[in-house]
């Protein structure tokens, strides 16, 4: 009796890790870690943009559009940190209440699961906007862990 092995075919990784670094990765010409901000201005500023992040991407990116023209470097910089972190959120958001509904089609109970994972997503987002907001209110950066680049 002999046994034969097949050779299995491993996909790359490269798409998925691609994906992984663009997430990631912060927008070019954003500050430095270790950058700290004196001016309380723009400390309270950046505080506000990131707690504004409590109502998502609608409180994030009008106080973008409305401060965009008179904020400085730093408020400017975690303004944006902030909304790109709330696109991330609002489109996982959206993305898990359609797989929500489609699987309330198939296996109602189903739905629940879909349901207390949204819940965990704005829980975490709104813990998240707090403590950047306060990390920045201290004048330091504040990053998420995960942002998609859309304002850079």
């Given at each position: 009796?002999?046994?034969?092995?097949?050779?299995?075919?491993?996909?790359?990784n490269?798409?998925?890790n691609?994906v992984?670094s663009?997430l990631?990765q912060m927008?070019?010409?954003?500050?430095?870690a270790?950058?700290?901000e004196?001016d309380?201005?723009?400390?309270?500023?950046?505080?506000?943009?990131?707690?504004?992040?409590i109502?998502?991407?609608?409180?994030?990116?009008i106080?973008?559009?409305?401060k965009?023209?008179?904020?400085g470097?730093?408020?400017r910089?975690?303004m944006?940190?902030a909304?790109?972190f709330?696109?991330?959120?609002?489109l996982?958001a959206i993305?898990?209440?359609?797989?929500?509904?489609?699987?309330?089609?198939?296996?109602g109970?189903?739905?629940?699961?879909?349901?207390?994972?949204?819940?965990?997503?704005?829980?975490?987002?709104?813990v998240l906007?707090?403590?950047?907001?306060?990390?920045a209110?201290?004048?330091?950066v504040?990053?998420?862990p995960?942002?998609?680049n859309?304002?850079k």
């Amino acid at each position: 009796m002999s046994q034969s092995t097949a050779a299995v075919a491993v996909p790359s990784n490269a798409a998925t890790n691609s994906v992984v670094s663009s997430l990631t990765q912060m927008a070019p010409g954003a500050l430095p870690a270790t950058y700290v901000e004196a001016d309380a201005a723009q400390c309270g500023e950046a505080k506000v943009g990131h707690i504004l992040g409590i109502f998502g991407i609608l409180g994030t990116g009008i106080w973008y559009l409305v401060k965009r023209e008179t904020a400085g470097t730093f408020a400017r910089d975690q303004m944006k940190e902030a909304f790109n972190f709330q696109m991330v959120v609002f489109l996982v958001a959206i993305g898990v209440g359609v797989l929500g509904a489609v699987a309330a089609m198939i296996v109602g109970p189903l739905a629940m699961v879909f349901s207390l994972g949204n819940l965990a997503l704005v829980v975490t987002s709104i813990v998240l906007s707090v403590k950047n907001g306060m990390k920045a209110g201290k004048g330091e950066v504040a990053r998420y862990p995960v942002r998609l680049n859309v304002l850079k």
